[in-house]
């Protein structure tokens, strides 16, 4: 597969300021590339470490213009609700307008000739026993993972073959940010081991799920960045690797290699129990959680066929491990409010 000119291509990134468009801005911008951003600022000052600084627009995604996307030559759709409402937070408010927004953005880079990545997820399979490849029946189980069908639903009626979208559905990302989240499982769980040696489990963690180091991820948006378009393919891919399959209890073992001593509870039998930042309330009171999913990410090899992640769970794990150890992470920090962004979201309406 042909890789165009890297050299000095200007990148829109529109939702700059989060955990993902975090680590995104400063590898990039390491790269070579001119980035700008255009952000809300809901997460601008909930940093862990520093973050590359570029020009950012205050601006909601819903108001972008033309004027905003003229003159770059990708942009990079990150702004979206990536979990679930909570409490008074409903999921009409959150998810509707993502849609309109989103595809309205699409829709300006169709018209300018400007190339247009979503970051989709894998979660879209929702549950199954085999293992799901991109062209498998998807049986979205939440609100979240529901409006990211309906944005690619979207996306593909108004492609042709001079405008490809590029829908990236992503594996279970992890890995330290600027801007951190302790609401995805292995950030959560490192967090845990780090600051009370203790895992605690809010399922009986049966499910299987793929996983993806933040790091990779950038690595593959900057590829298709690059990449030519001339193909006679739908650009959906599953984005990870077929090793980092694994079921959410298993993922302990690489944690024990790292921390010793450490023990595993249920969130029902442990002094977390009225932590909400742990609860998640997709799980049943058995401790089933039905999104449990295998997938497939041999499309992506086939496209890039010398394409190599840098991390596994294992040494993605032990890296996380010891990028938190050496910004001393703190119990308080990681049960900071902050750094779980429902959690972080319903402080800001309330406002």
């Known amino acids: 597969m042909r890789i165009v000119n890297k ?56 108001q972008v213009n033309k004027n905003d996307i003229k ?24 998810y509707k307008p993502t849609v309109t ?12 000739g400007v190339r247009f990545i979503f970051p989709s997820s894998c979660s879209v ?3 199954g026993k085999k293992r799901f490849t991109e062209t498998s029946r998807l049986r979205p189980l939440t609100h979240y993972s529901k409006n990211k069908v309906e944005i690619e639903k ?24 600027p801007r951190m989240r302790f609401d995805i499982v292995i950030n959560m769980f490192a967090g845990m081991a780090i600051t009370n040696k203790k895992i605690i489990l809010n399922s009986n963690g049966l499910a299987w799920r793929p996983h993806v180091h933040i790091d990779d991820v950038c690595m593959i948006f900057e590829k298709f960045i690059n990449i030519d378009l001339n193909k006679n393919i739908k650009f959906i891919f599953n984005v990870g690797s077929n090793l980092n399959n694994c079921r959410i209890i298993d993922l302990i073992k690489f944690l024990k290699k790292n921390i010793k ?3 595993v509870n249920f969130l029902h039998k442990s002094p977390f129990e009225k932590n909400d930042l742990f609860k998640d309330k997709k799980i049943s009171h058995l401790g089933m959680d039905k999104r449990s999913y295998i997938v497939s990410f041999n499309k992506l ?8 992640f840098k991390y596994d769970l294992e040494n993605g794990i032990s890296k996380l491990i010891i990028d938190l150890k050496k910004i001393k992470l703190k119990k ?4 900071s409010y902050k750094f779980y962004r429902m959690q972080a979201l319903k402080k800001v309406f309330e406002k």
Not at 332 to 335: L, P, Q, R, T
């Open 71 to 94: 003159g770059f030559d990708a942009v990079l759709m990150l702004a979206a609700f990536s979990n679930d409402p909570i409490g008074e937070l409903s999921a009409k408010k959150f």
């Open 101 to 112: 927004y989103t595809i309205s953005i699409a829709k300006i880079c169709k018209s300018l």
């Open 332 to 335: 308080n920090i990681f049960e």
């Open 154 to 177: 979207q996306l593909l009626k108004i492609s042709n073959k001079n405008f490809k979208p590029i829908i990236l559905r992503f594996a279970t990302v992890f890995g330290l940010s």
């Open 301 to 308: 090899n086939l496209l890039f066929p010398s394409l190599k």
């Open 7 to 62: 050299s000095k291509k200007k990148i829109l990134i529109i939702g700059n300021q989060g955990y993902l468009g975090s680590r995104l801005s400063d590898f990039l911008s390491n790269k070579n590339y001119y980035c700008e951003g255009i952000d809300t600022g809901y997460f601008k000052n909930n940093k862990i470490t520093n973050v590359s600084k570029i020009k950012t627009k205050k601006k909601s995604a819903s």
């Open 261 to 263: 001593d450490l023990s």
């Open 125 to 127: 399979y929702g549950y």
